[in-house]
Nanobody, 123 residues
Framework: QVQLVESGGGLVQAGGSLRLSCAAS????????MGWFRQAPGKERESVAF????????YYADSVRGRFTISRENAKNTVHLQMSSLKPEDTAVYYC????????????????WGRGTQVTVSS
């Protein structure tokens, strides 16, 4: 079955950096979109960034554009999220997600989820 396993969360001071990784297994992802959502306490799950496996095109939420970079390693079926200039408002559980390219990148439409990794940014 499909598994998405996140790693790399933790505690960091404002202005610092973290790198999240998501290792995917269980199927071929060549026609998939993979990326990250996050959910802070009391808030809805929101899209952070995603990347099309086929051509590497990336998309970012306005709140993270210019600070976060998403990338993929084809040979390892792994997606990374490099987060820089972190702010306290970036604090959330970050979830890796995978969805067919023809699908919708909305939280309630996502086919596959990781279990999440906590990112905490202190002020």
């Amino acid at each position: 079955q499909v598994q998405l396993v996140e790693s790399g969360g933790g505690l960091v001071q404002a202005g610092g950096s973290l790198r999240l990784s998501c290792a995917a297994s269980g199927r071929t992802f060549s026609n998939y979109v993979m990326g990250w959502f996050r959910q802070a306490p009391g808030k809805e799950r929101e899209s952070v960034a995603f990347i099309r496996w086929s051509d590497g095109r990336a998309y970012y939420a306005d709140s993270v554009r210019g600070r976060f970079t998403i990338s993929r390693e084809n040979a390892k079926n792994t997606v990374h999220l490099q987060m820089s200039s972190l702010k306290p408002e970036d604090t959330a559980v970050y979830y890796c997600a995978a969805e067919p390219q023809y699908g919708s990148w909305r939280a309630h439409d996502i086919d596959y989820w990781g279990r999440g990794t906590q990112v905490t940014v202190s002020s």
